[in-house]
């Protein structure tokens, strides 16, 4: 199951981080709350579950279940 962790600093900035998901799936995911906070700022720093394949993150899924 895809999830969003999102954290609001004292300063006003925002961090957005997606559990659950690879790849593209996972900007795609995160593209209507970055509208909703008033767009992406900053940079987007990819984890590296971002460069899994989705076959591999099925599977890490299924041995968590």
Avoid: N, W, Y
């Avoid at 700022?41 to 299924?62: A, I, N, V, Y």
């Amino acid at each position: 199951m895809k999830k969003m962790k999102i954290t609001i600093h004292k300063d006003g900035t925002q961090k957005i981080e997606v559990l659950g998901a690879s790849g593209e799936e996972c900007v795609q995911f995160t593209r209507e709350m970055e509208a909703r906070l008033g767009g992406q700022m900053g940079e987007r720093e990819l984890k590296p579950e971002f460069h899994e394949s989705e076959t591999e993150t099925e599977r890490e899924r299924e041995a968590g279940d």
